[in-house]
């Protein structure tokens, strides 16, 4: 019984897109699931989470023009630094703690191909605005150098925790692609974003500077109405 109505809720899903293509000419997703940074922002943060929602104005059953925000969080690895104070306490160690999050605006083209029983496969690309903003915190006090251009500071001489910790945001361009597959009402996507970030100075003035540019590969399941 279990198994029957399983197999009746399954084909009710796959049904769906079919009568929502030919009638509605705007489609609203909403979704979630698992983000991952890629390259060297992936040495700063780990595994985080995204949420999507936006609408997808329809030309024809095979182009669409899809509006979207999208909501971002990841995660960093607890770091210590040396207490670089005057007079620090034997073994004393800075505690750093951060997270990454991003709001994004994005606008993409949404191309499909046929498909039967419910069952169609997509390829989606576009631009979009970055928000992105790293929190630093931290229970310690005392003297530290780091230069990490993802938590968009660079101080290579030794400088107070105070300066370190807070908010720091930036707002950036970037682009998105990739594809995925409906299951009816139901969606499975993968997307690898790009974003170009700003040059990081150090604080002390001279030497290089440090990009911040990064990657982020979401894959995301969810709903279409």
Not at 21 to 31: C, K, N, R, S, W
Not at 37 to 65: I, K, M, Q, R, Y
């Amino acid at each position: 019984m279990k198994i029957r109505i399983f197999r009746l809720a399954v084909a009710f899903a796959l049904a769906l897109p079919s009568v929502a293509a030919a009638q509605d000419p705007v489609e609203f997703h909403i979704g979630a699931g698992v983000a991952f940074p890629v390259g060297d922002v992936a040495d700063s943060f780990d595994t985080g989470f995204n949420f999507s929602t936006g609408l997808t104005f329809n030309a024809n059953e095979a182009v669409g023009f899809m509006g979207e925000y999208q909501y971002f969080r990841f995660g960093g690895p607890d770091r210590t630094f040396e207490n670089l104070s005057p007079t620090p306490q034997a073994g004393d160690r800075i505690l750093i703690e951060s997270n990454h999050q991003m709001n994004v605006v994005d606008f993409n083209v949404v191309l499909r191909a046929g498909g039967t029983s419910g069952m169609r496969a997509y390829l989606i690309a576009g631009p979009g605005v970055y928000w992105r903003k790293v929190q630093l915190t931290t229970p310690s006090v005392g003297f530290i150098t780091v230069c990490d251009p993802y938590w968009y500071v660079c101080y290579p001489a030794p400088v107070s925790t105070d300066a370190i910790v807070g908010d720091r945001t930036s707002t950036d361009f970037g682009i998105n692609v990739g594809g995925g597959v409906n299951f009816g009402a139901f969606f499975v996507e993968a997307r690898y974003h790009y974003v170009w970030g700003p040059k990081i100075e150090p604080q002390s003035g001279g030497g290089q500077t440090y990009g911040s540019n990064a990657s982020y590969f979401p894959i995301t399941a969810g709903f279409r109405f």
